[in-house]
DNA sequence: TTGAAAGCGTTACCAA
DNA sequence: TTGGTAACGCTTTCAA
């Protein structure tokens, strides 16, 4: 562990002081002769040298660091929003830190909290939901925050997310039009405004429609609860679809389906939320619909450096956006007329 | 953006010196009055102070920051490991940043230099592969070094894997204890330790055994040629089973078979590394090995801080260590006798 | 075009 | 049991 070189060391060998070799860090190379910056970029590379970010963390208050907290990073969509973000904060060039909060808010306020004690300048919160006041307070009074996908109620806060309820309308209007009798929403507890807002597409495709047969909504909570649920919705006129409110729950499902020896398409069609690898490997292919999530990693990081780099308080309105999705129609949701 | 509460606010509410309430924040205890702990934790909780870590680190040295590069974020192998890292960095009192290569040497290094400009005290490497003398140099001179999953070939470095070989063999002994008559072996091309372990346990398991038929290895560089090596490989004798060296190319197979009718069992069995959700629930469900990733974060993490805290140069013979794996039987590979 | 010196928020040594 | 002060590596006035 030999120690590094510092500023000093430069300065020393290439003859000049160390508010010059700054300025020549700093790229301010208006003021400096040709041959002093000459000098310097050689001693520079010959000696390895590389500007300790803490130090300059500390003086300038500028970290060049961003925050990310993840609330579950199982599934392929974190993993791309993650993609997202590393890929663009490095674009703009800022260093990314990530923390998985596990879905619980104790975690996500620890992790944020670590995250400012390193001075980041700026957090991206896919927040559990639970931690509103305290995200509120923070983006109010010391550091811009950008919500991911999820936002929280009532909050000025930004968040860039999918149009969940736009496209979830499409998604009734296809399966109406396909002629399904009943449709059966199945969504984990409501708990966060993404599925909020997915179960509100759900109820709204429905007004003014003609669903000759009974649609269902269910939040089931466990294993158990889910095989009741879709025994349950079996006995609902045919042809019936599921619509399942994301990837986690429409992989449970299909675990259901295939220990009961139920098959898709001929007892229950299906379409969900989150494309996967596998949606079309599979036979039948699923119908998903597919979040830009690599897109609402990059939007987010992008949005945030703005509003990090902004000079003036043009933090006006910045109520944030909503990325489009894509439908994307396989076999899982056509039957046999 | 009000400016944030310092070690002096501390000291000036509480009438007592800096050096008091730094020993207090390093819970050196044992010389302190019950009452002066007593006030600085009032006062320090009242106005709610947290320290810098950025000046911490640059006066320390001890940034408490581990830094990780994970070359692919793309499938569930890494969202555990990476879960894996959360968890224990958190556990440990590590704060954990995280960059992705995307499988380019170029962005490991620089995401490396990165990590090591905000002075993180450790580093996670998933490599590329193709940065050995840069890793080998890092860790001599200036910070340890954990390999993860991958190593590097003729190195000292640390390595935390699976073992690879040994469940490789026991695959294989499994496939042909099954009966299969042709075995084929599909990997990408062999740029990486764990790639070239899998192949080994392939071509080892198959000394001293019957398997009658032939055997054939593939290393398919694009979709097309994987196409042509299936179909190839269709020309064996039966029963056939495909082996395939990841999930991705699991992926790639499983597509390639549906647009061209083939059938999983009927056509080829399908035994894969990397287990992941899905393989359980499709019909025929695949026969996996499942590695432990998450352990292997886990892992990678205590031993990373292991190395960072240990006092004296017991660096000694920290060869690494490999992981188990388990073989899970599924339906893909049984056949009709 | 360049440099001296103060200071960012801590820690650690030495003294009291 | 406590405090003064230098130092960590850099940036930023201000002056030359």
Not at 22 to 27: A, E, F, G, I
Request: aromatic share 6%; charged share 25%; with cysteine.
């Amino acid at each position: 562990m030999e120690k590094s070189v510092t500023i000093k060391d430069i300065a020393k060998t290439a003859g000049v002081s160390e508010t010059t070799i700054s300025r020549y860090l700093n790229k301010k190379y208006e003021f400096m002769s040709e041959k002093t910056r000459r000098k310097i970029e050689e001693v520079v590379r010959t000696l390895d040298y590389r500007p300790s970010n803490v130090a300059r963390s500390l003086k300038s208050q500028k970290s060049k660091l961003i925050g990310a907290v993840i609330a579950d990073i199982g599934n392929q969509f974190s993993s791309e929003i993650i993609k997202g973000l590393s890929d663009t904060c490095e674009e703009l060039g800022y260093t990314l830190m990530i923390a998985i909060s596990d879905e619980t808010a104790e975690n996500e306020q620890n992790q944020i909290e670590k995250f400012v004690d390193n001075q980041v300048e700026g957090l991206i919160i896919n927040t559990t939901g639970d931690n509103q006041d305290y995200l509120t307070q923070l983006s109010k009074e010391s550091i811009p925050v950008v919500l991911l996908d999820r936002g929280v109620p009532e909050s000025q806060l930004e968040v860039i997310t999918n149009d969940n309820y736009t496209v979830g309308l499409r998604a009734m209007n296809y399966l109406i039009a396909s002629g399904f009798q009943s449709i059966g929403f199945f969504v984990n507890p409501v708990t966060n405004t993404v599925r909020a807002e997915r179960l509100r597409a759900f109820k709204d495709g429905l007004i003014n429609q003609t669903v000759k047969g009974a649609v269902y909504v269910v939040a089931p909570d466990n294993q158990q609860s889910l095989v009741d649920s879709m025994m349950a919705f079996k006995e609902f006129p045919e042809p019936r679809v599921i619509f399942s409110a994301n990837g986690l729950t429409a992989l449970g499902l299909l675990e259901v389906m295939k220990e009961n020896q139920l098959e898709v398409i001929k007892d229950f069609g299906l379409l969900t939320f989150d494309e996967s690898a596998w949606a079309k490997v599979v036979s039948p292919g699923i119908t998903t619909i597919d979040q830009s999530s690599y897109h609402l990693g990059v939007e987010a990081c992008r949005s945030l450096v703005n509003e990090i780099e902004e000079t003036t308080e043009e933090a006006l309105l910045r109520s944030g956006r909503s990325l489009p999705s894509k439908l994307i129609i396989r076999e899982s949701t056509s039957y046999l007329h």
